[in-house]
């Protein structure tokens, strides 16, 4: 390979940039990356010390040639190479450029992995409380469903009971696990009324009838699955 | 044994290389050190080799288990002498030293066991411990391992060196880099472009610290 001014481009100094590249993505924080770097550096023709700066810098100053490190509107400052042969590094400053560019592709990648990771342990916490504060309040939710002495159950979207209390168990003359997955029918739309001082405006269909002188409640349930909202005729 | 000119595999990448390879690997993963470990000791253990690990995490019920999954048995390849395992500080910091003489003769020694021993190979696996660079003889750290180099040509021990990135800083891996003449970049082997000649090396880059 020939550049120019007549320097031979060496392969072996840009697969040591190459390699260099390869390597920083397995170094383990910009400290790291940056010392590997400068030091590898000088080895370049012409480079005599190279430092990483937290600032830009103008491109030339005087035997001092500085590189910027950006990548989008992320900036990690540049890599200012002391040249002490000006002819023999000329080859090799568009193959740095493009490395500094590199390494600041590399470290921008791992701000937004660490900004997605920390995102990712904010989000697993936020779900965390939530997941405590929904239990604590299903279990206050509970502990008030079971103790009340109204008598209250809870049907699903396909109208079968899912939970019932002590006090709805006793009232219909079931266990509460006898409850459990009947489908009764509910009416949803009478005409408001006030039910020892709440107002009501449906009912479950029960039959009543007496039992060794004794009132109990049959609760009315459908033989096969019907759809909710559908009328009773 | 047979001459340098044999290939052999390291385990961890799929192209073979001639015995007395010396490699550096820069980790940078727990997982990723344990595999290439376990799998560059399966494959001298497949191919007769006596194989040797200095490493201070290596778990001897796992590895069993690795090394049982592939149909070789543990305890048969430490009672026959083709496998062993030692820690890296009982090795490389013998009474709190590290002494490069000491070292190289080991691996003169292992090579020459070995071969007494008829294995066709031999090669050694060694983690180093971020302490060398502060334990007495540290500083020789790259001269040891240019020396080793040279050991290599003549007695061939294939020979992997791993490197915790985490551990050493970035100009020291640098420089670790300069005096291995093979390297592993994300599981694959390649010629060093950075490597010096161990006898350049010796004669020029550590002055002051070469003995």
Same mark, same amino acid.
């Given at each position: 390979m020939k550049a120019n001014k007549g320097h031979e481009l060496r392969a072996d100094v840009l697969g040591q940039l190459l390699l260099m590249q390869s390597i920083i993505c397995n170094l383990p924080?910009?400290?790291?990356?940056?010392? =590997?770097? #400068?030091?590898?550096?000088?080895?370049?023709?012409?480079?005599q010390t190279a430092v990483h700066v937290r600032e830009q810098k103008p491109e030339r100053d005087g035997s001092r040639l500085s590189f910027p490190l950006c990548s989008g509107d992320t900036d990690f400052g540049s890599l200012v190479l002391t040249v002490d042969d000006y002819d023999l590094f000329?080859? @090799?400053?568009? @193959?740095?450029?493009? =490395? #500094? =560019?590199?390494? $600041?592709?590399? %470290?921008? +990648?791992r701000c937004k992995s660490q900004k997605n990771k920390e995102l990712c342990v904010q989000l697993e916490k936020r779900v965390e409380d939530r997941s405590t504060s929904l239990r604590e309040s299903r279990e206050q939710f509970h502990a008030v469903f079971k103790s009340t002495s109204d008598a209250l159950i809870i049907a699903d979207e396909s109208g079968s009971l899912v939970e019932a209390n002590e006090a709805a168990a006793s009232m219909f003359g079931y266990t509460p696990e006898e409850l459990l997955g009947l489908q009764v029918i509910i009416v949803a739309n009478l005409k408001p009324a006030?039910?020892?001082?709440?107002?009501?405006?449906?009912?479950? %269909? $029960? $039959?009543? +009838?007496?039992?060794?002188?004794?009132?109990?409640?049959? %609760?009315?349930t459908v033989r096969n699955s019907v759809a909710v909202g559908t009328k009773v005729a | 044994m047979t001459d340098s000119s044999s290939t052999i595999s390291l385990g961890f990448t799929e192209n073979r290389f001639p015995a007395g390879v010396h490699v550096c690997q820069i980790i940078s993963q727990e997982e990723e050190r344990q595999e290439s470990l376990f799998k560059f000791l399966l494959a001298g253990l497949q191919e007769g080799e006596s194989t040797c690990c200095f490493s201070e995490n290596v778990d001897e019920a796992v590895l069993k288990e690795f090394l049982g999954n592939y149909g070789v048995s543990f305890n048969d390849v430490i009672d026959s002498g083709a496998l062993t395992l030692s820690g890296t500080r009982e090795v490389y910091f013998h009474q709190h030293i590290f002494s490069p003489e000491r070292m190289l003769a080991l691996l003169q020694e292992y090579h020459l066991k070995s071969e007494a021993l008829g294995f066709p190979n031999a090669r050694v696996i060694g983690e180093m411990l971020p302490e060398v660079q502060s334990i007495e003889g540290g500083n020789r750290l790259l001269e040891y391992e240019a020396r080793v180099s040279l050991l290599l040509k003549k007695y061939p021990v294939t020979a992997v060196c791993q490197y915790d990135a985490r551990q050493f800083d970035g100009s020291?891996?640098?420089?670790?880099?300069?005096?291995? /003449?093979?390297?592993?970049?994300?599981?694959?082997?390649?010629?060093? /472009?950075?490597?010096? /000649?161990p006898e350049e090396f010796l004669a020029t880059k550590c002055e002051g610290t070469c003995q």
């Open positions: 924080d910009e400290k790291s990356i940056f010392s =590997f770097t #400068c030091r590898g550096l000088i080895d370049l023709p012409g480079i000329a080859p @090799y400053k568009d @193959y740095v450029n493009n =490395f #500094c =560019f590199m390494i $600041a592709v590399i %470290l921008e +990648e006030k039910l020892m001082g709440v107002t009501s405006q449906g009912m479950v %269909l $029960a $039959a009543k +009838e007496v039992v060794d002188g004794r009132e109990r409640m049959v %609760l009315t | 020291t891996i640098m420089d670790i880099l300069k005096v291995h /003449p093979w390297m592993v970049v994300r599981g694959s082997v390649v010629h060093n /472009p950075f490597h010096i /000649p």
